[in-house]
Structure formats: C-alpha cells, structure tokens
C-alpha cells in the first residue's frame, strides 16, 4: 500500500496522494488529473 501511495502523488502536494486512479488494462494511471481529494485531506491533517 505504501508502495502505491509513493507512485501516485498529487501534483499539488506530494505528500498527499492523487485523488483518483484508473486501470487501462495495461496499468494504473492517475485519472481526473493528479490532485488531492479534499475528504482525504482533511482527515490526513
């Protein structure tokens, strides 16, 4: 899990993680852009 949270950071913050991830098959990727979701910023602090 912690793997996966360093390989998906928002772009904004890189310690928080980007919001949203798709998988194309091939591999996972950030969709929606590479922001943080707020709801998970909150409860991060």
Request: charged letters at 20%.
């Amino acid at each position: 899990m912690y793997r996966y949270y360093l390989a998906h950071p928002s772009h904004i913050a890189p310690h928080l993680m980007a919001w949203q991830q798709s998988d194309n098959g091939k591999e996972l990727f950030d969709s929606n852009g590479a922001d943080s979701a707020t709801d998970g910023d909150l409860g991060h602090r």
